[in-house]
T-cell receptor, first 112, second 116 residues
Framework: EAQVTQNPRYLITVTGKKLTVTCSQN?????MSWYRQDPGLGLRQIYY???????DKGDVPEGYKVSRKEKRNFPLILESPSPNQTSLYFC???????????FGSGTRLTVV | AQKVTQAQTEISVVEKEDVTLDCVYE???????LFWYKQPPSGELVFLIR??????QNEISGRYSWNFQKSTSSFNFTITASQVVDSAVYFC?????????????FGKGTLLTVNP
C-alpha cells in the first residue's frame, strides 16, 4: 500500500530534550515536506526537500532541522524543543507538484 | 503572494442536506494547482481532488462536486445529500507552478458538522 509513515503518532516531551520524528514513504517520491498545524494558523510548511541531499526552509523553519540522506526518509529533528513547538506535525511526499501531496497520519507533539 | 480564503469557519447541516464549501484564492501565477483535502476527526489529511489552472471543467465524483471559476478565483466544493461521515474539516489549498518549494498554501479550513 502506497503510504507515508510517521512515527511516533503521539509524543510528550520536556523542554530541551532532543527528539526526532521519523517519516518514510514507499512511493519513490522525490518531493517531501514537513508541515505543522496549529489552531487559528492552519497548516504551515516547515522544511521541504526536492531530492536526496537537497533541502530548504519553508515558512516556519526556526527550531527545526531536517535531513534527506535517502530518498524514502525525511526525519524532522528538534534539537531543543520548546513549548511553542507543541503542534500537530505532518510529513508529506509528492511525485510532482501537480499531483499534490500524500500526507502521513500526523504526529501530535506536546512539549512541557 | 499566494493566499487561500475559506470564509466559512464552521457549517452545520442536517443529514441529506446539500452543502457548499467556499474557497477563494489569490496568486500572481498563471499556472497553478488547486486542491481539496479532508481532515476527519481522526486527524489525517485525505486528498480529495486536484485541478490545474488550465482546466476549468467542473468535476463530479459521487456525492462530491467541484466548481472552478477562474474569473472569480474560486474553487467551491459541494456535497450532495450529506451524511454524518462527511463531518470533518475541509481544506482548500493552492500550489503555484513556478515555485521551487512545492508548497501547498492552505486555507484555514471549514469545519463541517453533519447532524443525524
Amino acid at each position: 500500500e502506497a503510504q507515508v509513515t510517521q512515527n511516533p503518532r503521539y509524543l510528550i516531551t520536556v523542554t530541551g530534550k532532543k527528539l526526532t520524528v521519523t517519516c518514510s514513504q514507499n512511493m519513490n517520491h522525490e518531493y517531501m515536506s514537513w508541515y505543522r498545524q496549529d489552531p487559528g494558523l492552519g497548516l504551515r510548511q516547515i522544511y521541504y526537500s526536492m531530492n536526496v541531499e537537497v533541502t530548504d526552509k519553508g515558512d516556519v523553519p526556526e527550531g527545526y532541522k531536517v535531513s534527506r540522506k535517502e530518498k524514502r526518509n525525511f526525519p524532522l529533528i528538534l534539537e531543543s524543543p520548546s513549548p511553542n513547538q507543541t503542534s500537530l506535525y505532518f510529513c508529506a511526499s509528492s511525485f510532482d507538484q501537480g499531483y499534490g501531496y500524500t500526507f502521513g497520519s500526523g504526529t501530535r507533539l506536546t512539549v512541557v | 503572494a499566494q493566499k487561500v480564503t475559506q470564509a466559512q469557519t464552521e457549517i452545520s447541516v442536517v443529514e441529506k442536506e446539500d452543502v457548499t464549501l467556499d474557497c477563494v484564492y489569490e496568486t500572481r501565477d498563471t499556472t497553478y494547482y488547486l486542491f481539496w483535502y479532508k481532515q476527519p476527526p481522526s486527524g489525517e489529511l485525505v486528498f480529495l481532488i486536484r485541478r490545474n489552472s488550465f482546466d476549468e471543467q467542473n468535476e463530479i465524483s459521487g456525492r462530491y462536486s467541484w466548481n472552478f471559476q477562474k474569473s472569480t478565483s474560486s474553487f467551491n466544493f459541494t456535497i450532495t445529500a450529506s451524511q454524518v461521515v462527511d463531518s470533518a474539516v475541509y481544506f482548500c489549498a493552492l500550489s503555484d507552478f513556478g515555485g521551487s518549494n512545492y508548497k501547498l498554501t492552505f486555507g484555514k479550513g471549514t469545519l463541517l458538522t453533519v447532524n443525524p
